[in-house]
């Protein structure tokens, strides 16, 4: 059986036919910065996101167990609306 490059090893295969290598293989390391600085950024706005409906979710329980079931109610139904972008 054959050993499978990862898609970066492809790419940087099929780049190289039209331009010198080097020039393929620093493209495609561009290609891998940039979707790795993607996710990061991704990450840390679904960490923040988590840390904020954390802290809303203890506040609901707080209301709760002061018998404020009313805006307890309200604030849960705040937190669990659909994410607009």
Do not use: F
Not at 26 to 47: F, G, I
């Amino acid at each position: 059986m054959a050993a499978r490059y990862g898609w970066d090893q492809d790419v940087t295969h099929h780049l190289a036919q039209g331009m010198p290598p080097e020039q393929a293989a620093d493209l495609v390391a561009a290609l891998k910065r940039e979707n790795t600085e993607d996710d990061h950024a991704e990450l840390a706005d679904r960490a923040a996101e988590n840390r904020e409906l954390r802290r809303e979710a203890g506040r609901a329980a707080d209301l709760i167990e002061a018998g404020d079931h009313a805006q307890a109610v309200s604030l849960l139904r705040y937190i669990s609306r659909p994410a607009t972008t």
